[in-house]
């Protein structure tokens, strides 16, 4: 979970400080992995300080209990949010990129609570720490904002006129 947590944060600030791609999704997606971090951060905390919280310091332990479960209601919310936007926006029949960051994880986690298998539990644990590297790979490594981020920091390099970009290209920097 920790190792998801910078990637997390940095697609936070990537869609803080692109203003192009800061309209409804991105506003909504940087919900969503705010929440997904603050999560990772107490769910961590939680694991790694579990005897000691518990033990001696309760007050912290339920604070952080509840932080915990506002999280995971935050994501949830967020996830439901994102979906219907998505759906709204594009209308066709869980959009790959909706149905590999947002899907794929929970038909993991119920097939391997009813199977029962531990290999499921592990592939189930591996997608869910998982999460921030994949939202960071499907939602700030594509074309469109590489195209914006190159453009903003790299001020010295001439770039290609909008003539020579493909349709392709011009059509993903217009979503």
């Known amino acids: 979970m920790l190792s998801s947590i910078p990637f997390l944060v940095t697609t936070f600030f990537i869609y803080a400080f692109i203003s192009e791609i800061r309209n409804l999704h991105g506003k909504c997606l940087m919900s969503y992995v705010f929440s997904f971090a603050i999560l990772y951060a107490t769910s961590s905390i939680i694991e790694l300080n579990n005897k000691v919280l518990l033990e001696q310091h309760t007050e912290i332990c339920t604070i952080l209990g509840y932080l915990w479960m506002t999280a995971i209601l935050c994501c949830c919310f967020w996830s439901n949010v994102l979906c219907f936007d998505i759906w709204r926006t594009f209308k066709s ?43 960071f790979l499907t939602f700030v490594c594509n074309t469109r ?31």
């Open 93 to 135: 029949s869980l959009y790959m990129r909706l149905a590999i960051v947002m899907g794929i994880h929970w038909i993991v986690e119920v097939s391997s609570s009813l199977i029962g298998d531990p290999r499921l539990y592990f592939v189930a644990f591996v997608l869910f720490n998982m999460q921030g590297p994949i939202i």
């Open 145 to 175: 904002v590489k195209y914006i981020l190159n453009k903003r920091f790299n001020k010295t390099k001439k770039f290609a006129s909008r003539d020579a970009l493909s349709e392709m290209e011009m059509f993903i920097i217009q979503i």
